[in-house]
């Protein structure tokens, strides 16, 4: 069991702390919570690319990485993702615990007091980001965005996400559009900076072989510097049912096509339910002796990779495959039978057992994780009460079928996006 | 009767046990008793290189066709009672299994029924049960993961730069093989990969986690199926030659960036690299290139590369061993070229003691570091183990590196007229 600590550090911050000697590293991080908008996303998005390049102490990118070297191979990371209508601002920074360090310098006290220097104040020029890092991090955000196109799985789960989420913000990529971030304008940025460290809720998490005390004082005393006011809410809108099947084909020179459909659940967090449409996306597609394993790879053989995606926050589901072009119709099929059958309560009991186990064998890993703890517990963020991934283990288990069977009853297709090519493998 | 030996660390202070079983396996065992899960992989050194052997002194060599290690991978999860992916269902485990070039692995992680687990694994390994109809079945779904490669810019940027590396040596040749290689693929052949390649004396099981070494030889004892004392292979591969095949290779896919490889060939006359030598790169590729690297910043502040995909890794195996620098890039060719004068620079004038020691100790905490996670630690211990190196040593060689065995290294990697550049360009701009 995985024993958490946590308490407020003011109004609209909360902090988190795991202590465990079992590990060997230590991870703290920030997470800045905002509203997913299209005008404010690629700025908000930029900023802890930003923040984690410089530091007033290190105000050289190469200087602030020679730092971290020779605090053994320390890190410093910045990330952006969506949970739900939220756009989450991440900077993180991680190294060996203090009893590995070779000339007795404590890796961790160093990490506290760079995470709040590089967050709280960052190295401006003219009270603005400078030019150069600016420049910099807007090319790699653009990069970033082409790189998604490379990978076409993920690609075509981003078409269908956009299509599906259409008018809503979850519709919104996570560094916002492509657009947006080229019009980036320096000038926004410090606002844009002021109004996440004065106005975004924020969660902070210390983890791993690491005494919490002085990170919570560092933090404690830099958001009390800043007299915080009022801490904007975040909230998600969920969709609860489709009402027509939207139908987008498009083309591309690929050897694969990828098909991928999304669901509305008609449930989300905070229902009741999520632990049963969890387990329902588990017996659908989430595991090898899922239905669309066995059915439309194992049986039909018409793909390699066949699986479920739920998104507990949103309330959606996408089930995503890569089949010839002549099969497409053949594979969606007997995707949307085999969603008749769970709908039908035709599934036994060791099915949903496996599922069961399954599901509950992720949580109970998460704990032997710094990353599983951190993304558990922020997925957590929207939770009353807060529940360790234990606990979540345990509400699985009570889920029945019946409760299976009537989330099913409620899932509706809303978006079918197939991404075809020519069919020819390419030169 | 089993041997048991303790390799302890005091620098990682952990400790695992090595034990080499009656029935030939070796056996590596890491318990890490506070942990919830435990992650067991039994793996053979037989991977999509091993085209090519002979099964007794001076006899035969048998060519079978590319992708048959990976489809007998796919196919030893099915046996008469059923797949083994049903079994795991029973248990929890979450299993899965993978070919790479010089291996095959099959694997599982778990929270519970640690031990109940481990008999499927060892069980359905040793159970090979091949019918014309379920290899048949499998082309389908073989040929889908091929497709999914096909159109993995990543995937084929590598491929490409082994095609221009590599004359004869099979690591050229994707692990999946072709749709048309795996259309050979028969039950007899499979057969014979098995019974050449998945003898206990060829193969090792690790395991690391919430596990009692006893009860984990129990479990061995039971399963283990005595293996055939009579074992002989002989790997053949055909002479490769010192130098590349050529300087560029380019191919154009449906990319909105392009991507780019660039490898050094090595010579490998004198079989694996040591301990030490892996080491040494380690920490000289982290000099040369890391993020607190001069190259590092003169290439992003020449806007040709960005953090997020730019890296290296040092890609070695049996008879093939390169050191491989990869990313996006706008202009791959301006890439390659800071990179060779980079390397030209350090082979000149070396580098000083404090880039030296952080790249030491960069190395080093990074692998301290992976020791927390089971899944790292047994996949390590496997590759290790098949290439004749070890964990911990590994770790107190990089902390007792010295300057110039790491400068020493580039007499024989790192050479500009052995290299290579291969190019994924956009086959049309961006959207």
């Given amino acids: ?427 | 009767m089993n041997r048991i030996r303790e390799i302890k660390s005091e620098r990682a202070g952990d400790a695992y046990y090595e034990v080499r079983h009656s029935s030939g396996l070796k056996i590596l065992i890491y318990p890490k008793p506070k942990n919830s899960s435990s992650y067991a992989i039994f793996g053979t050194k037989y991977g999509s290189i091993d085209n090519c052997f002979r099964t007794s002194p001076g006899g035969e060599p048998q060519k079978v066709p590319n992708g048959i290690a990976h489809y007998l991978e796919h196919k030893l999860f099915e046996s008469a009672e059923g797949d083994a992916f049903a079994r795991f269902a029973k248990t929890g485990a979450s299993a899965n299994a993978y070919t790479s070039f010089d291996m095959t692995c099959f694997l599982f992680s778990c929270t519970a029924n640690v031990y109940q687990s481990l008999e499927i694994l060892l069980d359905f390994v040793q159970s090979p049960y091949f019918t014309e109809q379920t290899v048949q079945k499998e082309q389908g779904i073989i040929g889908q993961e091929i497709r999914m490669y096909d159109d993995d810019p990543q995937w084929r940027v590598l491929f490409n730069l082994l095609g221009a590396l590599y004359h004869t040596h099979p690591v050229k040749i994707d692990i999946a093989g072709t749709t048309d290689s795996i259309a050979k693929i028969t039950p007899e052949l499979l057969y014979r990969c098995y019974r050449t390649f998945y003898n206990l004396n060829n193969m090792v099981l690790c395991i690391a986690g919430n596990v009692e070494p006893d009860r984990v030889l129990q479990v061995c004892d039971k399963m283990l199926k005595p293996a055939d004392p009579s074992y002989h292979v002989e790997r053949i591969f055909e002479p490769e030659p010192e130098h590349i095949v050529k300087a560029r290779a380019e191919q154009k896919m449906a990319v909105a960036v392009p991507l780019f490889e660039l490898g050094f060939k090595e010579s490998c006359a004198s079989g694996r690299a040591t301990t030490q030598q892996i080491a040494e790169t380690d920490i000289l590729l982290e000099a040369l290139a890391s993020d607190a690297s001069p190259l590092f910043r003169r290439l992003l502040d020449a806007g040709l590369i960005n953090e997020a995909s730019f890296g290296h890794e040092y890609f070695e195996g049996p008879g093939f061993a390169s050191v491989i620098f990869s990313g996006e890039s706008r202009d791959p060719e301006a890439a390659a070229d800071e990179i060779k004068k980079a390397i030209a620079s350090v082979r000149a004038e070396g580098f000083d003691r404090d880039t030296f020691e952080r790249a030491k100790r960069a190395v080093y905490g990074r692998n301290i570091a992976a020791l927390n996670n089971v899944g790292c630690i047994a996949n390590s211990l496997v590759a290790l183990e098949f290439a004749g190196r070890e964990l911990f040593s590994y770790i107190d060689a990089v902390a007792q590196a010295s300057v110039d065995d790491v400068l020493g290294r580039l007499e024989v990697q790192l050479r500009p007229q052995y290299s290579s550049l291969s190019v994924i360009r956009p086959k049309q701009p961006a959207p």
């Fill in chain 1, 1 to 427: 069991m995985t024993g958490i600590e946590q308490r407020s550090v003011c109004d609209g911050v909360n902090f988190r702390s795991v202590r465990d000697s079992r590990f060997k590293t230590v991870r703290m991080s920030i997470h800045f919570l905002l509203p997913l908008e299209k005008q404010s996303a690629p700025s908000n998005a930029i900023l802890p690319f930003l923040l984690t390049r410089a530091s007033r102490k290190y105000p050289d990118l190469t200087q602030l990485n020679r730092h971290l070297a020779g605090l053994y191979g320390a890190q410093l990371d910045a990330d952006v993702q969506k949970m739900g209508d939220v756009q989450v601002l991440s900077v993180s920074a991680s190294g060996i615990a203090d009893r590995y360090s070779l000339h007795g310098e404590s890796v961790s006290a160093e990490l506290s007091r760079l995470l709040c220097s590089i967050v709280f104040d960052p190295p401006f020029e003219e009270g603005m980001f400078p030019r150069a890092g600016f420049e910099q991090e807007k090319r790699q955000m653009l990069e970033q965005i082409d790189s998604e196109f490379n990978d076409k799985r993920l690609y075509a789960m981003r078409r269908c996400e956009e299509i599906l989420c259409d008018g809503e913000p979850y519709g919104i990529g996570r560094f916002g559009s492509r657009e947006d971030v080229r019009a980036l304008k320096r000038e926004s940025l410090t606002q844009a900076w002021n109004r996440m460290i004065h106005h975004a809720r924020a969660e902070i998490m210390v983890l791993g072989d690491c005494d919490p005390e002085p990170v919570y004082s560092d933090f404690f005393a830099a958001f009390h510097n800043l007299g915080r006011t009022e801490t904007v809410p975040c909230e998600t809108r969920t969709v609860r049912s489709a009402q027509k099947v939207r139908d987008v084909s498009e083309t591309m020179d690929v050897a694969q096509c990828k098909l991928v459909l999304g669901f509305r659940t008609g449930c989300a967090e905070p229902d009741e339910a999520v632990p049963a449409c969890k387990l329902f996306s588990a017996l659908y597609g989430g595991t090898p002796s899922s239905k669309l394993f066995l059915n439309v790879r194992e049986k039909l053989s018409l793909c390699y990779y066949c699986g479920s995606l739920y998104h507990p926050l949103k309330g959606i589901l996408f089930v995503q495959s890569g089949v010839e072009r002549r099969n497409i119709d053949r594979a969606k099929d007997e995707i949307l039978r085999q969603l008749e059958e769970i709908k039908k309560g035709n599934f036994t009991p060791s099915e949903l057992e496996a599922a069961k186990l399954s599901l509950c064998n992720s949580y109970r890993t998460l704990s032997d994780s710094l990353d599983g703890l951190e993304a558990w517990y922020l997925s957590q963020t929207f939770s009353h009460p807060v529940r360790p991934p234990e606990e979540e283990a345990a509400l699985v288990q009570t889920v029945t079928g019946d409760e299976v069977r009537k989330i099913a009853g409620g899932v509706t297709l809303d978006t079918v996006y197939r991404l075809t090519g020519s069919g020819v493998k390419p030169q």
